[in-house]
Nanobody, 122 residues
Framework: QVQLVESGGQWVLPGGSLRLSCVAS????????MAWFRQSPGKEREFVAA????????LYEDSMKGRFTISRDNAKNTVWLQMSSLKPEDTAVYYC???????????????WGQGTQITVSS
């Protein structure tokens, strides 16, 4: 069973940058993709970005492309989400997820981390 542990969430000023980490353990060949989602109070969980372990192909939510960058290190079983030009509307709990396919739908991911809170505020 895959276990995911996120870290890096914190309070940050608007316009600031932040990098989230997600360490995966117990993954198998079928766990081919990793993704970041986020959820704000009262809103549905929202896709942010995804990446394939093999080859590194990426997928982004259009509104976040250019500000957010997803990357991975296979040897460290770690995925990062580098975020820049942060806005108050980026405030949310950010989750990493593991699945067999790189897709935008949260239902396509089998394993989830506990989430890490990002607050963008002055």
């Amino acid at each position: 069973q895959v276990q995911l542990v996120e870290s890096g969430g914190q309070w940050v000023l608007p316009g600031g940058s932040l990098r989230l980490s997600c360490v995966a353990s117990g993954r198998t060949y079928d766990d081919a993709a990793m993704a970041w989602f986020r959820q704000s109070p009262g809103k549905e969980r929202e896709f942010v970005a995804a990446i394939r372990w093999i080859g590194g192909r990426t997928l982004y939510e259009d509104s976040m492309k250019g500000r957010f960058t997803i990357s991975r290190d296979n040897a460290k079983n770690t995925v990062w989400l580098q975020m820049s030009s942060l806005k108050p509307e980026d405030t949310a709990v950010y989750y990493c997820a593991s699945g067999s396919y790189m897709r935008r739908n949260s239902n396509d991911y089998n394993y989830w981390g506990q989430g890490t809170q990002i607050t963008v505020s002055s």
